[in-house]
């Protein structure tokens, strides 16, 4: 099992650029998820899915869209990129909706830097 | 409004000695509660986590964590530090409900003396 993979690993975006970031794991996972990391502010949810075609927002949603087609994807895209949202970006994901009750697996991390 | 906090950003050990990483949540009911621990560059891995029974839990590499109800805390213990456990370490809390998100603390950073 490759576990949570995500793609790419860096990217320097201009503002007002769009891109998506890729996540998959391969676990059967039904929950999915989105975080950004920031110097001193640990790990901020952006959104979060407990199945396919299933999504909603987390605690900083504003700049961002997710969907949730299959139960191995779940990219994030940022729609014009700011510079505000130069971060670490981590998906995550985990066996049951209730993911309280289980382990959350993370991926690498995307390393994301506006200008 | 929920949260889990984490008092000490920094701490320095020397290897051998050993180590208490304090993490305390505020939530409305008992919640789920976890160690992960962050490698310069890396993702998270998860050390240990507590639902409930015994509140003296044992995870990975060494690291065990104290549940006290009446502190609202989960303090993350090792006897002995070695220079491998050079990391940043997020305390994080959820609900046990069918909307339990993980609530991260901000995190404190280890660093060994040797």
């Known amino acids: 099992n490759a576990g949570v993979t995500q793609t790419p690993k860096f990217q320097v975006l201009k503002t007002g650029q769009s891109m998506t970031l890729q996540c998959a794991q391969d676990?059967?996972?039904?929950?999915m998820s989105w975080y950004r990391q920031d110097p001193g502010m640990g790990l901020r949810l952006i959104h979060y899915s407990v199945g396919a075609g299933i999504t909603d927002q987390g605690e900083v949603p504003n700049g961002y869209n997710v969907s949730r087609s299959t139960t191995e994807d779940f990219p994030l895209r940022l729609l014009s990129a700011a510079p505000s949202q130069t971060s670490v970006y981590f998906c995550?994901?985990?066996?049951?909706?209730?993911?309280?009750?289980?382990?959350?697996?993370f991926g690498p991390g995307t390393r994301l830097t506006v200008l | 409004a929920q949260s889990v906090t984490q008092p000490d950003i920094h701490i320095t050990v020397s290897e051998g000695a050993s180590l208490e990483l304090r993490c305390n949540y505020s939530?409305?009911?008992?919640?789920?509660l976890f160690w992960y621990v962050q490698s310069p560059g890396q993702g998270l891995q998860l050390l240990l986590k507590?639902?409930?029974?015994?509140?003296l839990v044992q995870g990975i590499k060494g690291f065990e964590a104290e549940f006290k109800r009446s502190q609202s805390s989960f303090n993350l213990r090792k006897p002995s530090v070695h220079w491998s456990d050079a990391a940043e370490y997020f305390c994080?809390?959820?609900?046990?409900?069918?909307?339990?998100?993980?609530?991260f603390g901000k995190g404190t950073k280890l660093s060994v003396k040797p």
């Open positions: 939530y409305g009911a008992t919640p789920y």
């Open positions: 676990m059967n996972h039904e929950y």
């Open positions: 994080a809390a959820a609900n046990g409900g069918s909307q339990g998100n993980l609530i």
């Open positions: 507590y639902f409930s029974g015994d509140t």
């Open positions: 995550a994901s985990s066996y049951s909706p209730r993911q309280g009750a289980s382990e959350q697996f």
